[in-house]
């Protein structure tokens, strides 16, 4: 079920491998949050733009990497200094992480429909969609929470239940047999059906609307950019999925070059889908604009009581 140091007799390079990913998710954490605050900052303060739907998918995508990120970092550093956690508090650490990692893919399967629909059916998506937002991702959240906490009844039956209270120093996994691996597989290849489907009938409207001539290149290339960032996403997904944990260091470099890939995808995830957002780059200059306004004003502000304080000081001394 599971895959741990008793079993593989190996482990200090399990240790190492968390320490280098908990390394990384603390860079891409740190990349994932500035660039999500910005953005939720921008749209939370424009009422036009919290009415696209679009940008709400959007922020819930962001947020779902700065807090698959984080909790990468808590898991990965209790499995690095082997802080001897319950097993409990492991698997519920890891099932929240493998939760918002699901709802990564999950969002860019809701953007790729939106896109879809605003461009194939221009008429009535804006409303449709509008409407049913809030809906449709509720709707995303109970399916993946639901399915995770049953494959988590399933998998977590085999210990005996004193046991989940128990100390383990390396934080063993759960969801690494053979039916949970089948369902995620089923899962992330819906989730690949659904993007690249949508992403093909908008190519073929385009094309019938002559948007992708070869004049346009900027269109084809936004096409071409998110089908790359989608590809670092998923096909690193479906091989560890696919290979589970098996001991040997081929599989550990293997587990360490597939993950680089996937951290690098999440890096760059806010920069494809967010600031290169025409919205967001009309609203971003002028808001950094305004921060540093803000900031400035706080700072004379601040100047000025200084030295009015200087100043009171000065004469109740003379």
Not at 252 to 266: E, I, K, M, R
Request: net charge positive; proline share 3%; charged share 10%.
């Amino acid at each position: 079920m599971n895959f741990s140091s008793e079993n593989c007799n190996i482990s200090d390079w399990l240790k190492l491998e968390a320490t280098v990913k908990a390394s990384v998710y603390v860079v891409t954490f740190s990349i994932a949050t500035s660039i999500t605050i910005v953005i939720t900052a921008i749209v939370s303060q424009n009422l036009q733009l919290r009415k696209d739907v679009r940008l709400v998918f959007l922020c819930h995508h962001l947020l779902c990497i700065s807090s698959y990120c984080g909790l990468g970092v808590v898991f990965q550093g209790m499995r690095a200094l082997m802080a001897n956690s319950p097993l409990l508090l492991c698997w519920l650490v890891f099932g929240a992480q493998l939760s918002v990692g699901e709802g990564i893919l999950l969002t860019l399967a809701l953007m790729a429909l939106n896109t879809y629909l605003d461009i194939c059916y221009p008429l009535n998506s804006p409303s449709m969609v509008d409407r049913a937002k809030y809906r449709i991702l509720t709707a995303t959240w109970t399916t993946v929470i639901l399915k995770n906490v049953g494959l988590f009844l399933i998998e977590g039956t085999n210990p005996a239940p004193a046991s989940v209270f128990q100390s383990a120093p390396l934080c063993p996994v759960i969801l690494n047999g053979m039916p949970a691996r089948v369902i995620g597989m089923f899962f992330l290849a819906l989730l690949l059906s659904v993007i690249l489907v949508s992403y093909c009938l908008i190519y073929r409207e385009g094309k019938r609307a002559g948007h992708f001539n070869r004049s346009n290149i900027k269109a084809r290339r936004t096409v071409l950019v998110h089908l790359l960032q989608i590809s670092l996403h998923m096909i690193p997904t479906l091989l560890f999925i696919g290979l589970g944990k098996q001991c040997g260091t081929f599989f550990f470099a293997l587990n360490l070059v597939l993950f680089g890939v996937f951290a690098f995808a999440q890096c760059f995830n806010p920069l494809v889908y967010g600031l290169r957002n025409r919205e967001l780059q009309r609203k971003l200059y002028p808001w950094l604009h305004c921060q540093k306004k803000q900031q400035g004003a706080s700072l004379n502000k601040n100047l000025v009581l200084r030295s009015n304080s200087s100043l009171n000081r000065c004469v109740s001394l003379g």
